[in-house]
């Protein structure tokens, strides 16, 4: 089930490298802040992986932060907005059963 993240950077933008690594420290994505300082990150985390977003800075230097554990069973809202309309989808990684 896709996982939605966002994280507001408190630093500058412009000097951060950030990225999300699993416990293997392989790349699982690169992140890139937006204008006002924010990330938004899509993915399928797997069951029993943990998963760290590590960032690089000139002023503060390096650091790392783990995501939660994923949850056997859960729900996602995702809502989107495009001109005067409110998209959105409810999503659970147990079909059929309880969340």
Known sequence: MNCYVAFKNA??????????????????????FNEEGLILLQFVPKAGETYFVKWENKSRGKGSK???????????LHTEISGNKLFYSISKNNPGGGI
């Open 11 to 32: 630093g500058s933008a412009l000097y951060s490298k950030t990225a999300l690594v699993n416990s293997a420290e392989k790349l699982v994505d690169s992140l890139v």
């Open 66 to 76: 783990p995501l939660p554990p994923a949850k056997l069973n859960g729900a996602v």
